[in-house]
């Protein structure tokens, strides 16, 4: 992820990564009392941009307050911190990682009264690979989201994608798909799920997931596309006859199902509907569709 040269932003200012160190009683490593982002950056033909740099830091105050994490930095602030660390470290595509956790020290169960700022960069392929996965139903389920803000995007909350990933490797699977509290689909351990039945694409509702920001992309690709999307709740029984299925996320952006335990889908990735919005998510990211618009 970094070497000896790697810049970071802490606090205010551009540090050595291998430098960067939190302390030993930092209130957000024992508690998993913290917030971040996953943001990626593109080389396009008009430079690095950024992929929806206003729609992460947006989230990222929103998990803040969810959690009663102060913090103070504006949208454009944070936005111009990243383009220049991304410039100090010479990349173009890149994996951005915005953490806000409380640094001081206190070991007690309250709301911090202040916080730090944490940016990391590394360049990062993507995450879940290119080949179409093989997933299975996970035995946790994701976290009841009237324990915790299942919407923000906090750190202790991956402690639970952190064991079903690993759960269902150790079974053989390349990744998990998780259930909520009522035994409808939710998400996987850090991507949005979708399906495809009758041309047709369908989706978890807002509730028990992440409301993922490519998946808000895709569901604007497939619908200017024609394409019909619904939210719904939908049972693991009700993928039966479903032609194909992927996962979408920043880090894995597009990415294609093969299975899901003894369900195979009939249609290879390439020839359904989330190979041609792949290919559109990339035309995007990458500034090839604007430039096709303009
Ligand atoms: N769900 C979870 C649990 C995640 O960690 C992620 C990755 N941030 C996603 C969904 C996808 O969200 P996004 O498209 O905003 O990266």
Redesign the pocket.
């Known amino acids: 992820y970094f070497n000896s040269d790697t810049l970071a932003f802490v606090d205010g200012e551009f540090v050595k990564a291998n430098e960067a160190v939190v302390g030993a009683y930092a209130q957000s490593l024992h508690y998993g009392y913290a917030v971040f982002e ?1 943001i990626r950056a593109y080389a396009t033909p008009s430079g690095t941009q950024i992929f929806k740099a206003q729609e992460h830091y947006e989230r990222l105050h929103y998990s803040c307050q969810s959690i009663g994490l102060p913090f103070h930095y504006s949208v454009d602030e944070l936005t111009d911190i990243t383009y220049q660390l991304l410039e100090k470290n010479n990349l173009a595509d890149a994996y951005i990682r915005p953490l806000v956790y409380a640094g001081d020290p206190n070991m007690t169960l309250k709301h911090a009264s202040s916080s730090n700022l944490l940016i990391a960069v590394w360049d990062w392929g993507k995450y879940l690979g290119d080949q179409s996965l093989r997933l299975t139903i996970s035995p946790y389920q994701r976290p009841n989201p009237k324990a915790v803000p299942i919407e923000a ?1 906090v750190s202790g909350h991956y402690v639970n ?1 952190i064991i079903a990933s690993s759960e269902a490797k150790g079974r053989g699977y390349d990744e998990a798909l998780l259930l909520d509290m009522n035994g409808y689909v939710a ?6 799920f979708f399906f495809e039945k009758d041309g047709e694409l369908f989706t978890a509702p807002q509730g028990s ?2 409301r ?4 808000n992309t895709i569901i604007d690709l497939a619908r200017e596309a024609g394409i019909r999307v619904t939210e719904k709740f939908f049972t693991p029984d009700e993928l039966q006859g479903a032609t194909g299925a992927f996962y ?4 894995a952006e597009v990415v294609g199902i093969a299975a899901i335990d003894e369900l195979e889908f009939s249609t290879p990735f390439s020839e359904t509907l989330g190979a041609q919005l792949a290919e559109r998510y990339r035309a995007l990211v990458t500034g090839a569709l604007v430039e096709q618009n303009a």
């Open positions: 996953g995007k994608s998400e996987g351990p850090g991507a949005n997931i992440l993922g920001i490519t998946r979408t996320g920043t880090a």
